[in-house]
């Protein structure tokens, strides 16, 4: 099942959030001590929004009672670029991936977004070091529009990041 996460899902949120910025350290700009830290009231504001915003929202698949991904939207505030927003955190938990979960979750997100007729696209950053990630964003719709060189660092080495985008 596909939904968006409520405060009820804090618990399995943090989880599956924290296990990804741990596993994947190269694939998200946030590292895992930054999260740890982070205020449980900040934490909970993600989920809020998801709740009760849709400009700002957080879908998770779920198998039983356990959320094996998630994706995130944010949308710019901005009047002059409120047409657009960002992808974060889109993670698939590592013994399921492989099986359609990422495709699906993608696809719920796109309809979602597609809700909002002043959504003109989606936009996202990955590290040219996750090509798994990439292909799954081509094959969904995703188009490569630029790269940023040494975009992140994990502290000893510098990465590049991909933007891609997707019309809505």
């Given at each position: 099942?596909?939904?968006?996460?409520?405060?009820k899902?804090?618990?399995?949120?943090?989880?599956i959030?924290?296990?990804?910025?741990k596993?994947?350290?190269?694939?998200?700009?946030?590292?895992?001590?930054?999260?740890?830290?982070?205020?449980?009231?900040?934490?909970?504001k993600?989920?809020?929004?998801?709740?009760?915003?849709?400009?700002n929202?957080?879908?998770?698949?779920?198998?039983?009672?356990?959320l094996l991904?998630i994706?995130?939207?944010?949308?710019?505030?901005?009047?002059?670029?409120?047409?657009?927003g960002?992808m974060?955190?889109?993670?698939?938990d590592?013994?399921?991936?492989?099986k359609?979960i990422?495709?699906?979750?993608?696809m719920?997100?796109?309809?979602?977004?597609?809700?909002?007729?002043?959504?003109?696209?989606v936009?996202?950053?990955v590290?040219?070091?996750?090509?798994?990630a990439?292909?799954?964003?081509?094959?969904?719709?995703?188009?490569?529009y630029?790269?940023e060189?040494?975009?992140?660092?994990?502290?000893k080495?510098?990465?590049?990041q991909?933007?891609?985008?997707r019309?809505?």
């Amino acid at each position: 099942m596909i939904r968006k996460l409520n405060t009820k899902d804090y618990d399995e949120f943090c989880r599956i959030r924290l296990e990804s910025l741990k596993t994947y350290e190269i694939a998200f700009s946030s590292m895992p001590e930054f999260f740890i830290n982070a205020p449980k009231k900040m934490k909970l504001k993600l989920l809020e929004d998801s709740e009760n915003d849709s400009s700002n929202f957080i879908m998770g698949y779920f198998q039983d009672e356990k959320l094996l991904g998630i994706i995130g939207f944010r949308r710019e505030t901005r009047e002059s670029v409120s047409h657009k927003g960002s992808m974060w955190g889109f993670v698939v938990d590592s013994d399921f991936q492989g099986k359609g979960i990422g495709k699906k979750l993608i696809m719920s997100f796109v309809d979602q977004l597609e809700k909002d007729k002043n959504i003109k696209y989606v936009r996202l950053m990955v590290a040219t070091a996750c090509e798994r990630a990439i292909k799954l964003f081509m094959s969904s719709g995703f188009i490569q529009y630029g790269i940023e060189t040494e975009s992140i660092s994990d502290g000893k080495n510098f990465y590049d990041q991909i933007y891609m985008k997707r019309e809505i």
